[in-house]
């Protein structure tokens, strides 16, 4: 299936929820049918966002709160003191049931809700109705058929994240496929780093022991680790015992076999849905209401059901499993967290060539002492890592928009080392760059190079793919059976804002 769309044009003057402006808001939108995995990591690299199955690109330079696309490099990712604080404040709520007193300090003011239309439902709804045309995906899939375009789908894969005793295993109860995490192994002899720091006698005692250990294997000890017959990882074990707990070792930490609390993590595909989306999804949705009631203050009677699905499980994502890809697939997905059988969060995220994208998420108020905003921006970096072990271009974890006008929003820049799209070359520049220019102004072009442009702007206009009367044609054959001289300028606005690779391969609808 190709990417279908209908261009909706400039929506200007609404209300922004960031600095409470009335009209500040200014952003481009199109309505997606059905989108690539590619088209839309191409598209999510010039600075567009989905909402649903809504798609739209904020209007940077007129807009009152720029929104800026921002990606953390999980290969690199070292978790902060206080991401650690976070971690380990669940790992002692898992193995010994502690609840920490007070607030909870960590835990941002809001989770990842920064969608330029999130609570708008009544948009989303019109548009869906609007839009969402059962016979328009049969015309686009008889003249795709026509031309030979047509892909076999696979049915998707689950995964199921565990942590308990035995620390993380993936695999679910559903007659799918399951897969091996390779988590971050430890030496076999030495001091266990999981305990608190042993008195200075036993130190010094051990330091010769390691010593000695080292004389008779210079090779130290990763080698004797491998022949034990683990598997290589891309997190090697840690050589020196003052070497820093990795992210992995933080999150899977074994707990006790008495321990207070199980916690399960599963990915389920949520479009198409599969089988053990579908048998949660009235689960998931109760617990979408409490998050909105209580957190966000909504009446008990907003959001329904429907309203739900459009905005959180609705997705234009086509499903894709390649062979070179992850073992899940690219697409759409809900990532479950179960606590002692039930859900009490829910993050959704897309899986696309190059990325983990985060979408939303919400939980159960009760658990907010847990700071589940930052334990999932962890858990989901972590799962980008394990990714990129079989996919290895799937590098980077898309966290949405960077904000720096709204305090509220800024937190996501704590996630380092992490970068900003330029808003007008589309080139990403590290964050610390970007910061200095950002305290002086709104609105920055990060890319310092002034010669430098756009490298896949619109050159060739008359390449773009239309959709009309159930035939694909290029824009130039379109153009000459219009007369409206508006039709024009909203087709070269929506193919300056796609570029031209997008352009060519996306197919847009005109009726």
Not at 88 to 107: N, Q, R, T, W
Not at 181 to 188: E, N, Q, R, S
Request: charged residues 25%; glycine residues 6%.
């Amino acid at each position: 299936m190709a990417s279908v769309v209908e261009y909706k044009g400039l929506r200007a003057g609404y209300h922004c929820g960031y600095c409470d402006s009335k009209e500040g808001k200014a952003s481009c939108g199109m309505w997606a049918h059905s989108m690539t995995v590619q088209d839309y990591q191409d598209l999510i690299d010039r600075g567009w966002r989905r909402s649903g199955k809504y798609v739209y690109k904020p209007v940077m330079n007129q807009t009152c709160c720029p929104q800026y696309t921002i990606r953390c490099r999980p290969l690199q990712f070292q978790p902060s003191k206080s991401h650690k604080k976070v971690l380990k404040k669940m790992l002692k709520f898992l193995a010994k049931g502690e609840v920490p007193k007070g607030s909870c300090e960590d835990e941002p003011m809001d989770s990842t809700m920064d969608d330029a239309v999130v609570g708008d439902f009544a948009l989303i709804n019109k548009l869906d109705i609007q839009c969402d045309l059962k016979t328009l995906s049969d015309d686009v899939k008889e003249s795709l058929e026509s031309e030979g375009k047509n892909s076999k789908k696979e049915e998707p894969h689950e995964l199921l994240q565990a942590q308990d005793s035995v620390g993380e295993k993936l695999g679910s109860g559903e007659p799918s496929h399951s897969v091996k995490v390779h988590t971050v192994p430890k030496p076999g002899k030495g001091a266990d780093l999981s305990k608190p720091p042993c008195r200075k006698a036993k130190e010094i005692r051990k330091e010769r022991k390691r010593l000695k250990r080292m004389q008779q294997n210079p090779a130290g000890e990763l080698e004797g680790f491998q022949a034990q017959g683990h598997p290589p990882s891309l997190f090697p074990p840690k050589a020196k015992s003052n070497q820093p707990k990795s992210l992995e070792d933080l999150i899977f930490e074994s707990l006790p076999e008495n321990a207070s609390h199980k916690l399960e993590v599963r990915v389920v595909r949520s479009s198409p849905p599969s089988s053990q989306f579908k048998a949660t999804l009235l689960e998931s949705y109760q617990v979408y209401k409490r998050y909105q009631m209580v957190i966000h203050k909504n009446s008990p009677d907003t959001p329904t059901e429907s309203q739900f699905t459009r905005f959180l499980c609705s997705s234009p994502l086509e499903a894709e499993t390649p062979p070179n890809g992850p073992d899940c697939g690219y697409g759409s997905f809900h990532q479950q967290y179960w606590l002692d059988g039930k859900i009490i969060a829910v993050g959704v995220i897309d899986i696309l060539p190059n990325c983990v994208s985060s979408v939303y998420l919400y939980y159960d108020p009760d658990y907010s002492f847990l700071s589940l905003g930052v334990y999932s921006a962890l858990r989901e970096i972590a799962f980008t890592r394990q990714l990129h072990e079989k996919t290895s271009q799937l590098s980077y974890y898309y966290m949405g928009f960077y904000i720096h006008s709204c305090p509220k929003m800024k937190y996501k820049g704590q996630y380092r080392p992490s970068d900003l799209l330029c808003p007008e070359t589309y080139v990403w520049v590290p964050i610390e760059q970007c910061l200095p220019s950002l305290e002086n102004s709104k609105y920055c072009r990060f890319n310092q190079d002034p010669e430098a442009v756009d490298e896949d702007r619109s050159t060739e206009p008359d390449r773009l793919q239309v959709f009309h009367k159930r035939a694909i044609m290029p824009y130039g054959v379109y153009k000459k059976q219009q007369k409206d001289p508006s039709e024009e300028a909203a087709v070269l606005q929506y193919a300056s804002l796609v570029g031209q690779k997008c352009s060519e391969r996306m197919l847009l609808f005109r009726n």
